[in-house]
């Protein structure tokens, strides 16, 4: 009788064994697709960058900007205006503004 009851105990332990031998840490398996690593590890967040991007400068477009006029009117216009007539000159908007042209209310230059 004490044969067969360490030989039960025997298999209790063996039984026991292969049941909680899965419940350990183990190895997870390497994502088969890109997709699969994405989705698993989290983007890391951006870093607050210590420099602002400069604000553009209004002036220096102004500058730099070409607008029409024409020989008879008293607007500068941007290119493809309905107003704009054949006859159109092109100058910067801060020579046009100096030359006393103000600006046209339909394109808006």
Same mark, same amino acid.
Request: a positive charge; one cysteine or more; glycine letters at 4%.
């Given at each position: 009788?004490? !044969?067969? &009851?360490?030989?039960?105990?025997?298999?209790?332990?063996?039984?026991?064994?292969? !049941?909680?031998? =899965?419940?350990?840490?183990? @190895?997870?398996?390497?994502? %088969? &697709?890109?997709?699969? %690593?994405?989705?698993?590890?989290?983007?890391?967040?951006?870093?607050?960058?210590?420099?602002?991007?400069?604000?553009?400068?209004?002036?220096? @477009?102004?500058?730099? @900007?070409?607008?029409?006029?024409?020989?008879? =009117?008293?607007?500068?216009?941007?290119? =493809?205006?309905?107003?704009?007539?054949? &006859?159109?000159?092109?100058?910067?908007?801060?020579?046009?503004?100096?030359? =006393?042209?103000?600006?046209? %209310?339909?394109?808006?230059?």
């Amino acid at each position: 009788m004490a !044969l067969r &009851s360490s030989v039960v105990t025997a298999v209790l332990m063996l039984v026991a064994a292969a !049941l909680f031998a =899965g419940c350990g840490p183990q @190895e997870q398996p390497a994502p %088969s &697709s890109p997709r699969a %690593s994405q989705v698993a590890q989290p983007s890391p967040a951006p870093e607050p960058t210590a420099q602002a991007a400069p604000a553009p400068q209004p002036q220096q @477009e102004q500058a730099t @900007e070409t607008v029409y006029v024409t020989r008879t =009117g008293s607007k500068y216009h941007r290119d =493809g205006c309905r107003y704009l007539s054949q &006859s159109k000159i092109p100058m910067t908007k801060q020579a046009a503004i100096a030359n =006393g042209y103000s600006a046209c %209310s339909v394109c808006r230059p």
